[in-house]
């Protein structure tokens, strides 16, 4: 991560097993994600770069940031999700007003589910053997 720039914000965005700790800077809004450009990171994926920049897209604010991102865990649909959500707290903490606007988007919700854990017994969480009567 460049150092060079002032750190303005920075927020933690937690989706199934991933965690995004995200940091934004002054700048022209490059994404970096591990140390890698947004897009090859998420490997050219429209959706999962369009839902990134929902949250600056929101306030359009899309160009006066730099988004640097160090995130592990989980896949790329969960990463996503949650530097998502870190950029919508990031960007909360640098604006007061801004939490308004990214509630109602429904940009600052938590989404808690996560997989549940096997049962003994059981093949899965909930998947159990087929019954044989005899």
Same mark, same amino acid.
């Given at each position: 991560?460049?150092?060079?720039?002032?750190? *303005?914000?920075?927020?933690?965005? @937690?989706?199934?097993?991933?965690?995004?700790?995200?940091?934004?800077? *002054? /700048?022209? /809004?490059?994404?970096?994600?591990?140390?890698?450009? /947004?897009?090859?990171?998420?490997?050219?994926?429209?959706?999962?770069?369009?839902?990134?920049?929902?949250?600056?897209?929101?306030? /359009?604010?899309?160009?006066?940031?730099?988004?640097?991102?160090?995130?592990?865990?989980?896949?790329?649909?969960?990463?996503?999700?949650?530097?998502?959500?870190?950029?919508? @707290?990031?960007?909360?903490? *640098?604006?007061?007003?801004?939490?308004?606007?990214?509630?109602?988007?429904?940009?600052?919700?938590?989404?808690?589910?996560?997989?549940?854990?096997?049962?003994?017994?059981?093949?899965?969480?909930?998947?159990?053997?087929?019954?044989?009567?005899?």
């Amino acid at each position: 991560m460049n150092t060079n720039s002032k750190i *303005l914000s920075y927020g933690i965005g @937690r989706r199934k097993q991933a965690i995004a700790q995200v940091i934004l800077k *002054l /700048g022209n /809004g490059k994404v970096t994600i591990n140390n890698k450009v /947004g897009n090859s990171y998420l490997q050219d994926n429209s959706n999962y770069i369009q839902k990134i920049n929902t949250p600056l897209l929101t306030l /359009g604010i899309e160009n006066i940031y730099d988004v640097s991102v160090k995130t592990n865990g989980g896949g790329l649909t969960g990463q996503t999700e949650a530097i998502t959500l870190g950029i919508a @707290r990031a960007l909360t903490k *640098l604006n007061s007003e801004n939490r308004g606007i990214l509630k109602t988007a429904g940009l600052l919700t938590r989404d808690a589910r996560i997989k549940e854990r096997k049962k003994y017994g059981l093949k899965k969480a909930r998947k159990a053997s087929q019954f044989s009567k005899r």
